[in-house]
């Protein structure tokens, strides 16, 4: 099975900053690769999926990147509603999905 | 558009059994894998099992943690995916969520709470 590990668990940081959350597979899973917003209470939110695809209504702030086994979740200047934990999601379909430990973003 | 509704969530006793039922709407249930994932309270995401499609003959796959306990089915007629829960443990407490991926998008319901309690 394809493990995940996501960086890092917890990230203060202050309104307008620009943050970056990290997750790496233990082996290839090309670009199917999803994030999610989550906010206690809430199913997951989908901000990007296949790596890179900005999700419809999701603000142009939230970027993805990367490929086989390294990813990254980029919000460019946080705004007060993007304080929640994030998850990625790898999707192979020859491979059970796995999801990173998540990450809680803090107001500093 | 896509559309999944999870029901049957319910508070059951340890030991006791469970089916959740997943509707799904907005695209052709039959060509595609189903999956369910579960939240336990304040912990993080957890890949529970597969139904997969029609062209992969329904085979389902399951995590470690529910083999032989939980079953996976689906009634391509109804649109509906299910869940089967025997021997349910406390640590079963959780949402349950159905998921699937259109073409590469993520669709999720909305979950449905399990809990086990005595």
């Known amino acids: 099975d394809i493990q995940m590990t996501q960086s890092p668990s917890t990230l203060s940081a202050f309104v307008g900053d620009r943050v970056t959350i990290t997750c790496r597979a233990s082996?290839?899973?090309?670009?199917?690769l999803a994030w999610y917003q989550q906010k206690p209470g809430k199913a997951p939110k989908v901000l990007i999926y296949k790596a890179s695809s900005l999700e419809s209504g999701v603000p142009s702030r939230f970027s993805g990147s990367g490929s086989g086994t390294e990813f990254t979740l980029t919000i460019s200047s946080l705004q007060p509603d993007d304080f929640a934990t994030y998850y990625c999601?790898?999707?192979?379909?020859?491979?059970?999905?796995?999801f990173g430990q998540g990450t809680k973003l803090e107001i500093k | 558009e896509v559309l999944l509704v999870e029901s049957g969530g319910a508070l059951v006793q340890p030991g006791g059994s469970l089916r959740l039922s997943c509707a799904a709407s907005?695209?052709?249930?039959?060509?595609?894998?189903m999956d369910w994932v579960r939240q336990a309270p304040g912990k993080g995401l957890e890949w529970v099992g597969r139904s997969k499609n029609k062209f992969e003959s329904h085979t389902t796959e399951y995590a470690a943690s529910v083999k032989g306990r939980f079953t996976i089915s689906r009634d391509d007629s109804e649109n509906s995916l299910y869940l089967q829960m025997h021997s349910l443990r406390t640590e079963d407490t959780a949402v349950y969520f159905c998921?699937?991926?259109?073409?590469?998008?993520?669709?999720w319901g909305l979950g449905a709470l399990v809990t086990v309690s005595s």
């Open positions: 907005g695209f052709i249930f039959s060509d595609h894998h």
């Open positions: 998921m699937m991926f259109f073409y590469g998008e993520p669709f």
């Open positions: 999601q790898q999707y192979n379909t020859y491979s059970p999905y796995s």
């Open positions: 082996q290839s899973v090309s670009t199917w």
